[in-house]
């Protein structure tokens, strides 16, 4: 393998595995920092150990097994040096280390069961504002960069780095142990879990940055959360609601894009190659969440939309009204510029294009859609249904030079040349 596929081959895996790495090196040193450190070491390690030794038959799993070695030593260097050692003794044994082969590592009982969700509802502290939790854990544990949370956001790039720099500090500065909350605590940090792991699928579903448009690996991730959190809290209707939506929506993973990673837009999919065992179990999760009595949570309501799509063999058999409705309900149950322009989308299906697109053009003023690549998007297939072509191309060309993922970016483009031969 040579030096430059081995570099992308890692910082692939990295990326992947990454976040498993910082759930255990936190739950084992009760440090942010310190977890950081011993990860980036990790990745040293194998910088510098692969192209002499060999890319191990397991990557992953060799990555987990230096973290832990790292973590161990860490653990015992701290008690080496503590003048309290009973102290210390004490702390490696709430934290779980018995410093024996590759079973050091045993957590404590606790009610969840599974290594990435215990810190997320670890990092989603209380004592930290709500965007800031969000803020922190995605970029600790949901794999996504400063500048894609930003994105996630709709804020400027600086003022999530500030949050998350901010939020280290309060949790050191307020000495917040890492301990895994018991099941009667966890409504309470329940409302950022879901945001944490509603964020980190949207990513994959459609990737603001990189070549690809979608990142699946971050899709599934977020759908094995799901379904743990599913299992661990069966009647809460949005934690049920949520797992709907993206059981939903990842039944079309297969059919978003060609051979060669072109997006496929939803009324060109081949519909048979939607996963209907995925639908079937995301349609039974919302029908549940919907009996549980949360027909107007969020994540429910966005499940709704998501059926109504999945239940459609033919783009023609959409119920447009129906989700123009939905979104209107949404509307009122959480409030967003992103929620009133899909809604305009679902009016333009509906009715027509003159319809939505003084929707649309109410909210070109909105601060928070500055910067957002769909919302010229939007605008330029309104406008090119109505045949103001040259409108038209000059916006999807704004979109193109908004948005960060190469694919989306290729197709806006495309867009726009087609309405220039109009």
């Known amino acids: 393998m040579t030096a430059t596929a081995l570099q992308t081959m890692l910082d692939t895996l990295w990326r992947m595995e990454s976040p498993k790495l910082l759930a255990r090196l936190v739950r084992i040193t009760g440090n942010i920092d310190t977890a950081e450190e011993l990860a980036q070491d990790v990745l040293v390690a194998a910088l510098e150990r692969w192209p002499r030794d060999g890319v191990p038959d397991n990557p992953a799993a060799w990555l987990m097994q230096a ?8 653990l015992r260097q701290r008690q080496l040096h503590a003048r309290k050692q009973d102290e210390f003794g004490i702390e490696l ?35 930290l504002p709500m ?3 969000v803020a922190l854990t995605l970029r600790l544990l949901g794999g996504l960069s400063t500048a894609e949370i930003a994105r996630a956001f709709l804020q400027p790039e600086p003022t999530v780095a500030q949050r998350i720099v901010r939020a280290k500090r309060t949790l050191a500065e307020k000495q917040v142990v890492f301990e895994v909350p018991r099941k009667a605590e966890l409504p309470q940090r329940l409302e950022a879990v879901l945001e944490v792991v509603y964020l980190v699928f949207n990513e994959g579903y459609a ?14 991730e977020a759908l094995r959360l799901g379904r743990v959190l599913a299992g661990l809290l069966p009647d809460q209707p949005e934690v049920l609601g949520l797992l709907a939506l993206m059981e939903l929506q990842a039944s079309r993973i297969p059919a978003r894009t060609d051979a060669d990673g072109t997006p496929i837009l939803l009324d060109a ?12 179990c995301g349609l039974q999760a919302l029908q549940r969440a919907q009996r549980l009595g949360g027909s107007d949570g969020p994540y429910v309501l966005q499940a ?5 799509h999945a239940r459609a063999l033919r783009f023609e058999d959409t119920d447009w009204a129906g989700i123009a409705a939905l979104y209107a309900r949404l509307m009122r149950v959480a409030p967003s510029p992103v929620v009133e322009l899909n809604r305009a989308v679902a009016v333009s299906r509906a009715q027509d294009a003159a319809a939505a697109l003084p929707i649309v053009d109410a909210l070109a003023n909105e601060s928070k859609l500055r910067d957002y690549a769909p919302l010229p998007a939007v605008r330029g297939d309104l406008l090119l249904q109505l045949g103001r072509f040259d409108e038209a191309r000059i916006e999807f060309q704004r979109a193109a030079a908004l948005t960060g993922n190469a694919r989306e970016r290729e197709l806006l483009l495309a867009r726009a040349a087609d309405c220039a031969t109009r």
């Open 207 to 220: 990737a603001t940055s990189g070549e690809d448009w979608m990142r699946p690996a971050l899709c599934e």
């Open 269 to 280: 999919q081949d519909r048979a190659r939607w996963d209907r065992l995925q639908i079937a």
């Open 93 to 127: 044994t709430v934290q779980g280390a018995d410093m024996q082969g590759d079973d050091a590592l045993r957590f404590a009982d606790d009610d969840i069961g599974d290594d990435l969700l215990r810190l997320v509802f670890a990092t989603c502290h209380p004592v």
């Open 304 to 308: 709704a939309l998501a059926a109504c």
């Open 67 to 74: 973290a832990k070695h790292r973590a161990i030593d860490h």
């Open 131 to 133: 965007e800031s939790r």
